[in-house]
């Protein structure tokens, strides 16, 4: 009886072990009336690892991230002594930490720019956002400018 009690159990024991441990991570998604192409983008490459969650505030309380960075002037960036120009759009994650976690590019007007512009951003840390009063990771996006 206690063997037949040990095989039935080691089998669940097991299971909820695996089970916790491939559970994804939630992110939350701020959606502004309508879902954009943005919304859309953030399913189809965060949802790759983690779970994202959409949500408003007409159902939540919601206080955005705010960077805890002082604002300077962005440095012009060189490439073999020629100063670049142009914009790069990330989507990222706020993790509940406040650090920024895998910057994704959107778009961008030159290629040079992709690195440098995800650099600047991982380097930013922020307060992070609160739906209904607790700290969680969410997405974000932020048009990184480069100008000579």
Not at 89 to 97: C, E, K, Q, R
Not at 108 to 113: A, D, G, K, M, Q
Request: net charge positive.
């Amino acid at each position: 009886m206690r063997s037949r009690l040990f095989l039935t159990a080691l089998p669940l024991a097991l299971c909820s072990l695996l089970c916790a441990a491939t559970e994804t991570t939630v992110i939350f998604n701020h959606v502004s009336g309508t879902r954009t192409q943005l919304d859309e983008l953030v399913h189809e490459h965060f949802g790759k690892r983690y779970r994202v969650v959409d949500f408003t505030e007409r159902e939540h309380t919601w206080v955005y991230p705010k960077g805890t960075w002082k604002p300077v002037p962005s440095p012009s960036f060189y490439v073999q002594n020629r100063c670049v120009s142009g914009s790069v759009l990330l989507l990222y994650i706020i993790s509940a930490d406040g650090s920024v976690v895998e910057p994704y590019v959107v778009r961008s007007t030159n290629p040079l720019l992709v690195e440098a512009a995800s650099l600047r951003m991982t380097e930013r840390k922020f307060r992070p956002g609160q739906l209904d009063g607790r700290f969680v990771s969410s997405v974000a996006a932020t048009n990184v400018r480069f100008t000579c």
